[in-house]
């Protein structure tokens, strides 16, 4: 039988994504992406080292310019790309630390700008194809729908802790 020695080595392509939604008046945060690529979710590659959970706050940060709070997880998904590669997305559910941090407005490297969104608004944008795909649309339908999310304590360390975000410690 194989130990897991005799397997070529792996790579791990890991990715944290949040719906974020404002607590004041139930709008959504899109980010808009580059090269009119569309409105979509702040997220992006979890970086070495970095727990998913800290991956999804920076990201948002950094796109959409909103400090956030992790409330739970909306979906965990694990896929192998042939032998030697795996791909991992988290979509996380957050609600920003201040209703009334505005989006960011200032093009930068990560992103054209971010906006908050109506439900409305989001069904809207996703009518008139200007979404990269049918995320958005889809967690506001689940969430508009009653949909929950997993509590944040399903995602634990190894060792058997409840990840940390740096902003909660």
């Given at each position: 039988m194989a130990s897991e020695n005799d397997?070529?080595?792996?790579?791990?392509?890991a990715f944290a994504l949040v719906v974020c939604r404002r607590r004041s008046d139930g709008k959504y945060l899109l980010?808009?992406?580059?090269?009119?690529?569309?409105?979509?979710?702040?997220?992006?590659r979890v970086d070495a080292g970095e727990n998913l959970a800290d991956a999804a706050v920076r990201e948002t940060l950094e796109e959409a310019g909103v400090a956030i709070r992790l409330t739970g997880v909306l979906r965990f998904e694990y896929r192998p790309l042939g032998v030697s590669d795996t791909r991992m997305r988290v979509i996380f559910l957050a609600e920003p630390l201040d209703d009334?941090?505005?989006?960011?407005?200032?093009?930068?490297?990560?992103?054209?700008?971010?906006?908050?969104?109506?439900?409305?608004?989001?069904?809207?944008?996703?009518?008139?194809?200007?979404?990269r795909g049918p995320e958005p649309g889809q967690w506001v339908r689940y969430l508009s729908s009653g949909g929950v999310a997993a509590p944040m304590t399903i995602l634990t360390a190894q060792e058997g802790s409840t990840p940390k975000c740096a902003n909660e410690q």
């Open positions: 397997y070529p080595p792996s790579a791990l392509h980010v808009q992406e580059f090269a009119n690529s569309g409105f979509w979710l702040p997220g992006g009334t941090q505005p989006a960011k407005s200032i093009p930068d490297y990560e992103s054209v700008g971010a906006s908050w969104v109506s439900a409305e608004e989001c069904l809207e944008i996703e009518a008139r194809d200007r979404v």
